[in-house]
């Protein structure tokens, strides 16, 4: 997400790290190329000029000009404006409960922005982040198979949907929703409203009846990212009429700018609190504008990567490793799992990208996910006793192995010494040294 402004952003403050000591003159002509990269990722120009007056004037303002080593103090600066342009260091609770159930949240946006799967990928969130019982109210009347479409996915992220067709209007079944989730004890019932092409009255006069009928804990507007500044504009149209409380930011993972997810926020001054990350219902995330400006800087964003894999791998799973890397007994069903483990946190390169220093080294390169397929077919081609001791994988075994996995002998030789060299780092962390990176990339090369 943000490759193109995250690369000259980097390029930028790249050019100041060289440097002993910064004039005023070298801060003025690094704020002019931030300033272009801004406008042409489409962030608002009102927020940009703001963004860079913060900037100038904490730069100047004897933070950096005249000091040593003034590179780490200005990435510092561009990083906490970032962060706040985007909301600050938090976003926010991210969902405010109701003190009586059920907590009615009340989704709106224009149609396309992927509203509907917005509203299940909440509802898997709720349900596994806390515990929630969640029901989704199918409210869309006007959109052909937009009922079908909730009943669909709200099915597959473990929600009841309540829907009465398309024949009664949006407010009658938004209110019985509503008592139909009283009635079945719902924690949490999501309304999933009907968008339209662009702003008009209609839209609006629909959203205020079903706002009033359900009285909502949290309005929440659904924004695409990919619209860059008209995602601003619309934006400002739903908080005249309807006060909506945060942001759902949709498609960060195609070819946004990130003109919307900068602009939003310091247009309306509504925080962006949720943010759907690929097509897949568990793609979905709290809104971390600091970690955002990190990723966007290249400096990665590593608390994520510790939250995902705490809700990926197994406490039990994790202690058993933990005791087979302290005895050296680190093996091919070992390095098995760790990838499927990491398969189930989500695709790989943007995994990869949260890893500070990788990101710009990522950028251009094309991870291709159906080589972890490759591996996992050239270990499962291996027999348990293979898999336990790699020694044991020599001529005639390899070529086994190959013609079982549909691949080669050079395939399996590959990641025979992909292994060994994983196992040599595996057990020097077990056995508590940190291997020499450096060295073994020297090495590969």
Same mark, same amino acid.
């Given at each position: ?139 869309? *009347? ?5 009922? %079908?479409?909730? #009943?669909? &996915?709200? @099915? +597959?992220?473990? $929600?009841? /949907? ?59 507007? *659904? ?5 860059? %500044?008209?995602? #601003?504009? &619309?934006? @400002? +149209?739903?908080? $005249?009429? /309807? ?69 990926? #791998?197994?406490?039990? @799973? ?128």
């Amino acid at each position: 997400m943000f490759d193109s402004l995250s690369e000259k952003l980097q390029a930028t403050l790249a050019g100041l790290r060289g440097r002993g000591v910064l004039s005023e003159e070298d801060v003025t002509r690094s704020l002019r190329e931030i300033r272009l990269a801004l406008l042409e990722a489409d962030v608002n120009f009102r927020v940009v000029k703001e963004f860079i007056d913060s900037v100038r004037e904490r730069c100047i303002g004897a933070e950096v000009v005249g000091k040593l080593n003034p590179g780490q103090q200005i990435v510092a600066i561009v990083h906490e404006e970032l962060a706040a342009m985007m909301g600050g260091e938090s976003a926010g609770p991210g969902v405010v409960f109701a003190p009586r159930p059920p907590t009615v949240i009340l989704m709106a946006g224009l149609q396309g922005s992927g509203k509907t799967t917005a509203a299940a990928k909440l509802a898997r969130l709720l349900r596994t982040e806390h515990h929630s019982s969640v029901a989704l109210a199918a409210c869309d *009347v006007h959109r052909p198979a937009a009922v %079908q479409q909730l #009943v669909t &996915v709200g @099915e +597959q992220a473990g $929600a009841t /949907v309540y829907q009465q067709g398309t024949d009664r209007s949006a407010v009658e079944i938004a209110s019985w929703a509503l008592e139909r989730a009283r009635a079945d004890g719902k924690d949490v019932l999501i309304v999933d409203t009907a968008g339209r092409l662009h702003v008009d009255s209609d839209l609006m006069a629909e959203l205020v009846a079903i706002r009033d009928a359900t009285t909502p804990t949290q309005v929440l507007l *659904v924004v695409d990212a990919m619209t860059g %500044q008209d995602a #601003v504009n &619309v934006a @400002e +149209q739903f908080a $005249a009429a /309807v006060a909506f409380d945060g942001v759902v930011l949709t498609k960060l993972d195609g070819d946004a700018r990130g003109g919307a997810a900068l602009s939003v926020r310091a247009v309306t001054g509504k925080p962006i609190l949720f943010a759907s990350t690929g097509e897949k219902l568990d793609q979905f995330e709290r809104f971390h504008p600091d970690r955002m400006a990190q990723r966007i800087l290249g400096m990665g964003d590593v608390l994520t990567l510790i939250e995902k894999a705490g809700r990926e #791998v197994d406490e039990g @799973e994790a202690k058993q490793l933990e005791r087979r890397l302290k005895s050296g007994d680190f093996d091919l069903e070992d390095f098995l799992g760790q990838l499927r483990a990491m398969r189930r946190m989500g695709p790989l390169q943007g995994l990869l990208g949260m890893i500070p220093g990788l990101g710009s080294q990522m950028r251009g390169m094309n991870v291709d996910e159906r080589e972890i397929d490759r591996i996992e077919a050239i270990i499962l081609s291996m027999t348990p006793e293979e898999r336990r001791r790699p020694d044991l994988i020599k001529g005639s075994r390899r070529l086994r192995i190959a013609r079982g996995s549909g691949t080669n002998v050079q395939a399996v030789n590959q990641i025979v010494k992909q292994f060994a060299a994983v196992r040599k780092v595996m057990r020097q962390v077990g056995r508590g040294r940190m291997p020499d990176l450096a060295a073994m990339m020297r090495q590969q090369r």
